[in-house]
């Protein structure tokens, strides 16, 4: 998600309500259910955004409540993706840079670092091919993903958009 709201933790409940379903078992004349530890990724975030949030189902039995945590984006430096394997965050890593790209696209040169950081993440990404730890359709899967994020969040910074995407 992008941006804060309050349906998001309706929406997790919901998701891990189906998964939960999904994968329940009927035992005798028990249903059991296990909810999947889940979390929200927040692409965009600032002062208000929680850490976490809080389910609380109240049943005729009792109350049950759960913490889902929330992964902020822009807290991840690259090298804390990687040493965590969290890759499936480096499409999203360009959000990062959102917030600089007005004077980016003026100054060619302040560019340089989104470049150097993507040209270190494809270094790292092949690495680990080579290495075993990733397989070439992974590899290949999030360098689309991450060009299909640049392109959508740069549409208004050509400049930008076009040094990026050619790493």
């Known amino acids: 998600q992008s941006t804060p709201d309050g349906t998001m933790v309706m929406r997790i409940y919901e998701y891990d309500s189906q998964i939960a379903l999904k994968e329940g078992r009927i035992i005798g004349n028990v249903l059991e259910v296990n909810f999947p530890q889940s979390a929200i990724i927040?692409?965009?975030?600032?002062?208000n955004t929680p850490d976490?949030?809080?389910i609380?189902?109240?049943?005729?039995?009792?109350t049950v409540s759960y913490d889902v945590p929330a992964l902020k984006v822009?807290?991840?430096s690259i090298q804390a993706i990687?040493?965590?394997k969290l890759l499936f965050l480096i499409p999203f890593y360009i959000f990062t840079y959102e917030?600089?790209?007005?004077?980016?696209e003026k100054d060619i040169k302040k560019i340089g670092k989104i470049k150097e950081k993507y040209g270190y993440i494809l270094m790292?990404?092949?690495q680990m091919c080579e290495d075993g730890l990733l397989d070439e359709y992974t590899k290949r899967s999030i360098c689309m993903m991450s060009e299909k994020v640049i392109e959508a969040l740069t549409q208004k910074y050509t400049v930008i958009q076009k040094e990026v995407v050619r790493i």
């Open 99 to 104: 917030e600089q790209f007005p004077s980016m």
């Open 52 to 54: 976490s949030m809080v």
């Open 74 to 76: 822009k807290r991840y």
């Open 124 to 126: 790292k990404l092949n």
């Open 56 to 62: 609380r189902i109240n049943t005729p039995g009792g």
């Open 82 to 84: 990687f040493e965590k």
């Open 42 to 47: 927040y692409l965009r975030h600032n002062k």
